[in-house]
């Protein structure tokens, strides 16, 4: 099985819709990503959260939020979807203090807004 | 403030040729990391490695490997005899202050290989 996983993997939706995406791990991270992707754009970072406490905005927050319910979990929602919200997103982990630093990704949610 | 560019946009090499792709980097940290991820056509993003600021030593894996030069502030990646398999989009990345709270993975904008046969 993954170590990490999104659902769903694609969607497609109206605009003024409220979307929710989730993310679930099993590689018992601390720390968790959300970012989307755009064509020639690379990956922006919309949140992280380190612990389940904590929970901060990224570059491109705007129009997003997120719900950190568990370590394990980790949601994203656009509380009213707009076209340009139209994009590859994903969700990442890492382990935090103490361990290395780099992300591990899930296999991406393909966003459409129509 | 930290910032990553891949100025290679698209690269079309013919199978069995070797290809770089450049990464340079800007940075204040003393301490820093980088990272080169591969995001195969199926879209998932793959770890391909770490390289701590400390740490200068040229790194070789198979037909990859990656020349980290501070003083051109550059962190290249080749794949020599390249195949269809190696095409994909590929991503540098930097992360300043590992040990705080804020450290985040900036990205590059990635240059896509195509390797044609």
């Known amino acids: 099985d993954a170590d990490v996983t999104q659902t769903p993997r694609n969607r497609i939706t109206k605009t003024g819709k409220r979307i929710m995406l989730e993310c679930s791990q099993t590689?018992?991270?601390?720390?968790m990503y959300w970012y989307r992707q755009d064509p020639g754009l690379g990956l922006r970072l919309i949140y992280y959260?380190?612990?389940?406490?904590?929970?901060n905005k990224g570059e491109i927050s705007d129009g997003y939020s997120v719900s950190r319910q568990a370590q394990a979990k980790f949601s994203l929602s656009l509380e009213s979807a707009i076209p340009n919200q139209t994009a590859l997103y994903f969700c990442?982990?890492?382990?935090?203090?103490?361990?290395?630093?780099?992300?591990?990704f899930g296999p991406g949610t393909r966003l459409t807004v129509l | 403030a930290q910032k990553v560019t891949q100025a290679q946009t698209e690269i079309s090499v013919v199978e069995k040729e070797d290809v770089t792709l450049d990464c340079v980097y800007e940075?204040?940290?003393?301490?820093?990391?980088l990272f080169w991820y591969k995001q195969p056509p199926s879209g998932e993003l793959v770890f391909l490695i770490r390289?701590?600021?400390?740490?200068?030593q040229n790194e070789i894996s198979g037909r990859y490997s990656w020349n980290f030069q501070k003083s051109t502030s550059s962190f290249n990646f080749t794949i020599t005899a390249s195949q269809v398999v190696d095409s994909a989009v590929y991503f540098c990345?930097?992360?300043?202050?590992?040990?705080?709270?804020?450290?985040?993975?900036?990205f590059g904008s990635g240059t896509r290989l195509s390797i044609r046969p």
């Open positions: 990345a930097l992360s300043e202050a590992f040990y705080s709270s804020a450290s985040k993975i900036i």
């Open positions: 590689k018992g991270h601390d720390r």
């Open positions: 940075t204040r940290d003393t301490t820093y990391y």
């Open positions: 390289r701590n600021s400390f740490d200068e």
């Open positions: 959260s380190f612990d389940v406490k904590d929970i």
């Open positions: 990442a982990t890492s382990g935090g203090a103490g361990y290395p630093i780099e992300q591990f």
